[in-house]
């Protein structure tokens, strides 16, 4: 693997969704990951919808290209001999287990920084390891309410509503490849590992920083506003004739250039618009207005107009859209692998680019097991150690 984390050496025991996109992002930097999942079923992941016909998953396959896999039953000695001579020498573990499994199985950070000082462990959860949550398990839903999140999301009035995406699932993900990042180049310093620990409930928070600086500064809870923005108007999503766009005339300049291109010199003229604190207090009525004039033509001419002038627009797209805009192809947003059983399979790529160490996608979502006989041989298990294995009941090969 090329890539600005080539040479790193990663063992993911995370399964469904923040510990595997934490994986695939290293992978996808040039890290070698080797994911390691139950026998019974695999990750859960491999039975979200859709299933393909084949039998895959495709929101599994979104989340493990570029990994190996192995199956390990880490309730058998055998199991747990193999995952320890893996860990030997490894750069990184990553696990999203309730707190406390690691060290039910023997395996918690304790004893394997005696086994490998330099080993980095990563532990993404549903609160941290630490506080009286500590040992409840995480979901995305549940880190989105506690978060504050969802009392900011949606239109006035509107009962609780989670974000479309699983943002704090998604992010715990992208602040554990970050906190791995950064211990990485300490060890490289050092030569020493450390815990790495992050959760589902900060990923959620995180994204709290607007209602809390209105919060910490002025004791003010912001009210849900839909698309639009709490500092400035008009500054959200408007109603077309055929569809959605947004708008950005957050500023005076780009007010007066939405209403250059509108036509519309009674709201020009209304002193209720005439600044941002005035069009704040009437906003319903300016959008109102606003609304009146742009459903009168289409997203596509709205957007081609208000761009000549330069104001900020763009329009509302669906995932079918999106992955087809020009600048999502153009900065190669979307990778193409080859799976051995579903065949030609698109995912979203890395998005982030190095001008020197460029990213790959080499391999496809792995198939359950699929490598574990190639990771044994690699790891020193000969033929007669691998059936013992087998006859245990530590191991699952999907071939050989």
Not at 340 to 348: D, H, Q
Request: aromatic share 6%.
């Amino acid at each position: 693997m090329a890539g600005p984390l080539a040479g790193m050496k990663v063992i993911e025991l995370s399964h469904i969704m923040s510990g595997p996109v934490c994986g695939m992002m290293l992978a996808d930097m040039g890290a070698e990951v080797i994911k390691v999942e139950k026998m019974d079923g695999g990750d859960d992941c491999r039975r979200f919808a859709p299933i393909l016909d084949h039998g895959e998953s495709a929101s599994f396959m979104m989340l493990n290209r570029n990994k190996r896999d192995i199956a390990l039953n880490l309730k058998t000695e055998g199991g747990k001999e193999v995952l320890r001579r893996m860990l030997a020498d490894a750069d990184v573990v990553t696990e999203n287990y309730r707190n406390g499994t690691m060290e039910k199985l023997g395996l918690g950070y304790d004893v394997l920084k005696e086994l490998n000082p330099g080993l980095i462990y990563c532990s993404v959860s549903g609160y941290g390891r630490t506080g009286p949550f500590a040992d409840k398990g995480g979901f995305d839903l549940i880190a989105q309410g506690l978060s504050g999140m969802m009392s900011n999301t949606g239109e006035p009035g509107q009962d609780p509503i989670k974000a479309g995406s699983p943002i704090a699932d998604i992010n715990a993900g992208i602040l554990a490849a970050l906190g791995i990042a950064a211990a990485y180049a300490h060890k490289l310093q050092t030569g020493r590992g450390q815990v790495v620990d992050t959760s589902l409930l900060e990923a959620g928070f995180q994204q709290m920083y607007w209602p809390a600086a209105n919060y910490f500064s002025e004791g003010v809870i912001l009210p849900k506003m839909g698309s639009a923005n709490s500092t400035s108007t008009p500054y959200q999503a408007f109603r077309t004739r055929d569809g959605w766009i947004n708008i950005g005339a957050a500023n005076q300049g780009n007010y007066d250039r939405l209403l250059q291109v509108l036509d519309a010199p009674e709201i020009a003229n209304d002193p209720r618009f005439a600044s941002n604190p005035e069009r704040m207090r009437h906003r319903d009525a300016l959008v109102a207005l606003i609304t009146a004039r742009l459903v009168q033509d289409t997203t596509d001419n709205w957007v081609t107009r208000l761009d000549a002038v330069g104001l900020p627009v763009g329009a509302v797209l669906d995932i079918a859209q999106a992955v087809a805009h020009p600048q999502i192809l153009e900065r190669e947003m979307i990778v193409e692998t080859h799976h051995p059983v579903t065949g030609s399979a698109r995912s979203i790529a890395l998005p982030i680019r190095f001008s020197e160490t460029p990213k790959q996608v080499n391999r496809p979502a792995p198939l359950h097991g699929e490598h574990t006989l190639e990771i044994l041989h690699e790891y020193g298990f000969d033929a007669q150690r691998i059936a013992e294995l087998r006859n245990e009941g530590a191991i699952l090969a999907a071939v050989g």
